[in-house]
Each structure stands twice: as structure tokens, then as C-alpha cells.
């Protein structure tokens, strides 16, 4: 599976940004695919995922409220709609496709994906 995230951007605080993330290989809609962000010196943090149907997501409490990730199994996409954006928000965003199963634990669990974006830069000014 390959992943190319696209988006990205410089926005104020409070605006809104859609990341997509569009994927290669017919296993897309078979796996569970989730969005982290890597701020300057920091960490790569779970931002939000969601398994093969769409049908379960899970969220950072950092971001609940204000995002919403989402997919189109036909178009072979992942969504992340970023609204109310905060200047913490700012990091590099990165899409990642991982195994089937999903779990609310398994999906914040960097170690749970295999495959990676290249990652797109959202910076939130203040």
C-alpha cells in the first residue's frame, strides 16, 4: 500500500483545513488507516483513526470535537477534516494504512501500522 497525504497549508486559528490521504493497492478497504502529527522536536502523536468500514473512529483528545477523519473505500481516500484549528495544531500530518483488525487501543498504537504518507504540513497561525 502506498499513501500520498495532500492538504496541507498555512491557516489563522479558527479556521478549517481537509487533509486527504489517497492510497495504492487493492487492500485499502480491508484495513484499518488512522492520521498522526509530528510537531518540531516532538513525538509523532495519534491524531485519529478508523477500521475498514468506517463504521468505528477514534480520536486524540486533543482533537475530539474539532475532527473528523473519514474514508471512501471506492476512491481509495482517507479524510481529515480539521475545523476550529488551534496554533498547537501545528505539526506534519501523516496517513497510515495498518492491519484489519481494529481496536480503540490498537489504532492509537504507531506499531499497529505498516505503511506510511510522506506527510503534509499544516501550520496554524495565531
Known amino acids: 500500500v502506498q499513501l500520498q497525504a495532500c492538504g496541507g497549508g498555512l491557516v489563522q486559528a479558527g479556521g478549517s483545513l481537509r487533509l486527504s490521504c489517497a492510497t495504492s493497492?487493492?487492500?485499502?478497504?480491508?484495513?484499518?488507516v488512522g492520521w498522526f502529527r509530528q510537531a518540531p522536536g516532538k513525538q509523532r502523536d495519534f491524531v485519529a483513526g478508523?477500521?475498514?468500514?468506517?463504521?468505528?473512529?477514534s480520536y486524540a483528545d486533543s482533537v475530539k470535537g474539532r475532527f473528523t477523519i473519514s474514508r471512501d473505500n471506492a476512491k481509495n481516500t482517507l479524510y481529515l477534516q480539521m475545523d476550529s484549528l488551534k496554533p498547537e495544531d501545528t505539526a506534519v500530518y501523516y496517513c497510515?494504512?495498518?492491519?484489519?483488525?481494529?481496536?480503540?487501543?490498537?489504532?492509537?498504537?504507531?506499531?499497529?501500522?505498516?505503511?506510511w504518507g510522506q506527510g503534509t504540513l499544516v501550520t496554524v497561525s495565531s
Open positions: 478508523i477500521n475498514w468500514s468506517g463504521g468505528s473512529t
Open positions: 497510515a494504512a495498518g492491519r484489519a483488525t481494529y481496536s480503540d487501543y490498537l489504532v492509537r498504537d504507531l506499531s499497529s501500522y505498516g505503511y
Open positions: 493497492g487493492r487492500t485499502f478497504g480491508r484495513v484499518t
